[in-house]
C-alpha cells in the first residue's frame, strides 16, 4: 500500500521560506511514476504547484516558478517542496501525491498525502 | 494554460437521486481527465481516471463519460457518504495540470 506524508512547520514569517517533505512509503521514488504537490488555500479550490521525477526532471506552475524549487532525495525515497517570499496568498493545504504514469494511460494523482496547513503570518 | 469549468458549483440533492456534474475545458484534453471527490477534512480522493476509468474500489454507481472538451461525472443513485466536493482534472497538458473549481454535492 502506498503512502505519501508530508510534513514542514506549519507557521512561516511573510518574505520567509516555505519548506516541506513528503516522504513516500511502499513504493520507490525512482520508479517510472513523477511526484507532486498541490495547494489548497482554505475554503478555496486545488491549485497544481509542480512535480518531479527522479532523475531531477522538474515542471514547475508557470505562477510560481520564480520563486519554487521541488527537489528529490532517493536515498530517504522522499521529495521537497521550497517556496520562497511567501506572503498570506501562499496560506494552505499543501498535498503531495505520486502522479501515476502508466503507458497508455492518461496520468493521474494517486495516492495524496493527507496534508499539512500551511499558515503565513507574523 | 487549459482551462476547466465545472457546472453546477453547487448542487442539492437527495439519497437515491441520479445526478450529474459536468466540466469543460477550454481546448481539447482527448480522454485525459480525471475525477476526484474531497470530504471536508480530507485528502482529495481518485474516482475515475481517463475519462470513464473507475478507480480501484469506486463504487459502480460512479460513471464517467465525455471526450474532447465535455465531460461528466455522473452518480446513478446518491447515497450519504457521496456528499462532497468533486473536482475535474486535466491531465493532457502535463506541464500545467489544472483542476475545475469544484462542485459542492449537498444534501437536500
Known amino acids: 500500500q502506498v503512502q505519501l506524508q508530508e510534513s514542514g512547520p506549519g507557521l512561516v514569517k511573510p518574505s520567509g521560506t516555505l519548506s516541506l517533505t513528503c516522504v513516500v512509503s511502499?513504493?520507490?521514488?525512482?520508479?517510472?511514476?513523477?511526484w507532486t504537490w498541490v495547494r489548497q488555500p482554505p475554503g478555496k479550490g486545488l491549485e497544481w504547484i509542480g512535480e518531479i521525477y527522479h532523475t531531477g526532471s522538474i515542471n514547475y506552475n508557470e505562477s510560481l516558478k520564480n520563486r519554487l524549487t521541488i527537489s528529490v532525495d532517493k536515498s530517504k525515497n522522499e521529495f521537497s517542496l521550497r517556496l520562497t517570499s511567501v506572503t498570506a496568498a501562499d496560506t494552505a493545504v499543501y498535498y503531495c501525491a505520486r502522479d501515476r504514469v502508466v503507458r497508455g494511460v492518461p496520468p493521474y494523482f494517486d495516492p495524496w498525502g493527507q496534508g499539512t496547513l500551511v499558515i503565513v503570518s507574523s | 494554460d487549459i482551462q476547466m469549468t465545472q457546472s453546477p458549483s453547487s448542487l442539492s440533492a437527495s439519497v437515491g437521486d441520479r445526478v450529474t456534474i459536468t466540466c469543460r475545458a477550454s481546448?481539447?484534453?482527448?480522454?485525459?481527465l480525471n475525477w476526484y471527490q474531497q470530504k471536508p477534512g480530507k485528502a482529495p480522493k481518485l474516482l475515475i481516471y481517463?475519462?470513464?476509468t473507475l478507480q480501484s474500489g469506486v463504487p459502480s454507481r460512479f460513471s464517467g463519460s465525455g471526450s474532447g472538451t465535455d465531460f461528466t461525472l455522473t452518480i446513478s443513485s446518491l447515497q450519504p457518504e457521496d456528499f462532497a466536493t468533486y473536482y475535474c482534472q486535466q491531465s493532457y497538458r502535463t506541464a500545467m495540470f489544472t483542476f475545475g473549481q469544484g462542485t459542492k454535492l449537498e444534501i437536500k
Open positions: 511502499g513504493d520507490s521514488i525512482t520508479s517510472t511514476n513523477w
Open positions: 481517463g475519462t470513464s
Open positions: 481546448q481539447t484534453i482527448k480522454n485525459y
